[in-house]
């Protein structure tokens, strides 16, 4: 049956894109080898510069943002180098996966999925390597599986704090443009980030911010490389071509979503982001239920994984949400399959829209007989009039 009025698309990435990122990408393909594109390529470099916050190289991949996971390592390391990664989640999982594949020997620091990577057990861990074997450590900023925020500037704290020279990796694919992020002052190696979740557009798109040292250390790194390798983008990306046909379309797009994220002006993107984030748990503890992430202070704005109360499945609640109110919410990934489910309130978003959200979940959890006291949405609303400061009982 054809559903009325537009779907909800509330999963954490992809997000739903604006009208005039969609109009941008329906310009005509033009000659990347051609003198009109370098106007369009420099400006899709130079901005991205300005979201990154960095005054060094962003290489630009049509790829997923998995590609530029595999980007990261395969520049900076070599086969059989140790890597300390934390397990924040399902995200932090596959990046391990990636550098098993690639023969690296990545080193888990166990978590319980239910908040941010820990700077002090980062620490402790690259004292004891005293030898400096251990040449990179990943973390994931915004853990899309669980909600949860890792502290990247005191993780470079930490780093320091134990004299260690690992490179240091971060993954913000779905943290950029939603959440305050600052590559050179964090002073992070290189940051791996997406097109599809806060930068509002399409899937397609994957970038690395690289740091000095990091280009520094791809010049003698020995793993395999070749459609990655940033040696080959620098020289083109000077004048604004690449060495390979780019996503041309998606780079309009890029371009209009800089443009409009700096009219709303970035600092005010991620106050909205976290003023919603604020809005959904006071929802959620509202409706008796839990949110995932147990650590204050680290609980994403981007989305808000909620756990089921014991008994319940996660995806049948999904399933009749979809079925009854055309909204699709996000699936607890491996670990938490079934046992939660996710409210993206990333990207182009506002109030009204974050409140039809959680009117959709109020009216899904009723829908599925998921025991839960009504009552969220004015907790929401509450919230976000109080301009999202949370109250004391709350938070
Ligand atoms: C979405 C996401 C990825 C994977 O990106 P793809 O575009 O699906 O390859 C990796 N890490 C995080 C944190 C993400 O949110």
């Known amino acids: 049956m054809r559903q009325t009025g537009h779907h909800f698309l509330q999963i954490p990435g992809p997000s739903s894109v604006p009208e005039r990122v969609l109009r941008a990408i329906s310009a005509?393909?033009?000659?990347?080898?051609?003198?009109?594109?370098?106007?369009?390529?420099?400006?899709a470099l130079d901005g991205l510069k300005t979201i990154f916050k960095t005054d060094q190289n962003v290489i630009i991949y049509p790829s997923s943002g998995t590609g530029a996971w595999e980007a990261a390592l395969v520049n900076t390391l070599?086969?059989?180098?140790?890597?300390?990664?934390?397990?924040?989640?399902?995200f932090a999982t596959l990046w391990k996966q990636i550098a098993e594949k690639l023969k690296l020997r990545p080193e888990f620091i166990e978590g319980d999925w239910?908040?941010?990577?820990?700077?002090?057990?980062?620490e402790a861990y690259l004292a004891e390597d005293k030898a400096h074997e251990i040449k990179a450590v990943c973390v994931v900023h915004n853990e899309t599986s669980t909600g949860s925020v890792s502290p990247i500037a005191a993780i470079r704290k930490a780093i320091d704090n134990a004299g260690h020279p690992a490179l240091f990796?971060?993954?913000t694919i779905s943290g950029l443009a939603s959440l305050e992020y600052?590559?050179?002052?964090?002073g992070v190696d290189v940051t791996v980030s997406g097109s599809q979740k806060g930068l509002m557009l399409p899937p397609g798109l994957s970038f690395?911010?690289?740091?000095?040292?990091?280009?520094?250390?791809?010049?003698?790194?020995?793993?395999?490389?070749?459609?990655?390798?940033?040696a080959d983008m620098v020289g083109p990306n000077k004048t604004g071509y690449f060495p390979y046909t780019p996503s041309t379309n998606l780079l309009y797009g890029l371009n209009e979503a800089i443009d409009m994220l700096h009219e709303e002006g970035l600092d005010n993107?991620?106050?909205?982001?976290?003023?919603?984030?604020?809005?959904?748990?006071?929802?959620?503890?509202?409706?008796?239920?839990?949110?995932l992430c147990s650590k204050q202070g680290q609980e994403s704005g981007v989305?808000?994984?909620?756990?089921?109360?014991?008994?319940?499945?996660?995806?049948?609640?999904?399933?009749?949400?979809?079925?009854?109110y055309n909204m699709s919410l996000g699936n607890g990934l491996s670990k938490v399959a079934d046992r939660v489910f996710r409210i993206g309130h990333l990207g182009d978003f506002n109030d009204l829209m974050l409140m039809a959200t959680l009117s959709g979940v109020e009216m899904g959890l009723a829908k599925a007989d998921v025991p839960h006291t009504a009552g969220g949405i004015s907790a929401a609303m509450e919230s976000l009039q109080r301009g999202g400061q949370p109250s004391i009982a709350a938070e």
């Open 169 to 171: 990796l971060v993954d």
């Open 182 to 186: 600052n590559h050179d002052e964090w």
């Open 78 to 90: 070599s086969p059989g180098d140790r890597v300390l990664m934390f397990e924040t989640g399902h």
């Open 28 to 43: 005509q393909t033009i000659d990347h080898r051609g003198p009109d594109f370098a106007k369009v390529g420099m400006r």
């Open 269 to 291: 993107v991620f106050s909205r982001h976290q003023r919603h984030g604020r809005a959904a748990r006071a929802a959620v503890r509202a409706w008796g239920l839990e949110v």
């Open 303 to 324: 989305l808000t994984a909620v756990l089921m109360p014991e008994g319940h499945s996660a995806d049948q609640f999904r399933a009749k949400t979809l079925q009854n």
């Open 208 to 230: 690395n911010a690289v740091s000095q040292k990091a280009m520094a250390a791809s010049k003698t790194a020995s793993l395999q490389r070749s459609y990655w390798d940033w």
């Open 114 to 122: 239910r908040g941010g990577a820990d700077p002090d057990l980062i």
